[in-house]
């Protein structure tokens, strides 16, 4: 009998019980068809930051997970998460609200104020790569590496 196959599920690491609380209700608020599922609090393994918080919670869907653990570790951007944008509209909205540090936006890439790294890409852009057409494909690279939000309709004026 094949093993029953399990989804992967992402855990996040903030650093006070405050912070957790703020970036669960945030990433919620943000993303739609989310909820917060559970928050447990385990008063027997306390961190520095005091007790700890465990919530497990959905974006769009996808199971998460987030700890309170302290300051021991960082986010950095060797961990992004891709949110595919069908629109500029949409892909602006989700940048307005994820962008908070200005220097580190390059090709589609955030960080937000809680230092989780993003990468906010239209769904065009999937296309072309996936394409074949090797000119084009260098074409709209080009175009795209410069950029810190993309702009969809400079994807498509460098693709022709």
């Not at 992967?8 to 917060?36: G, R």
């Not at 700890?67 to 500029?88: H, L, M, R």
Request: net charge negative; proline share 5%; charged share 25%.
């Amino acid at each position: 009998m094949a093993a029953l196959i399990k989804p992967i599920t992402p855990h996040l690491w903030f650093t006070t019980p405050e912070q957790v609380k703020e970036a669960v209700e945030y990433y919620v608020a943000t993303f739609p068809n989310s909820k917060i599922t559970s928050h447990t609090v385990l008063h027997s393994t306390p961190t520095p930051g005091g007790d700890t918080h465990v919530y497990e919670f959905e974006l769009n869907g996808q199971r998460f997970m987030a700890i309170n653990g302290g300051d021991i570790f960082k986010f950095n951007e060797a961990v992004s998460f891709i949110i595919t944008c069908e629109t500029q509209k949409e892909l602006d909205m989700y940048w307005s609200k994820l962008s908070a540090v200005k220097e580190s936006e390059q090709c589609g890439w955030c960080k937000d104020k809680f230092g989780l790294i993003w990468q906010i890409t239209p769904a065009y852009l999937d296309e072309v790569m996936s394409s074949g057409d090797r000119a084009k494909i260098d074409r709209v690279t080009q175009a795209f590496l410069p950029m810190k939000k993309i702009v969809i309709a400079d994807l498509k004026k460098a693709a022709e």
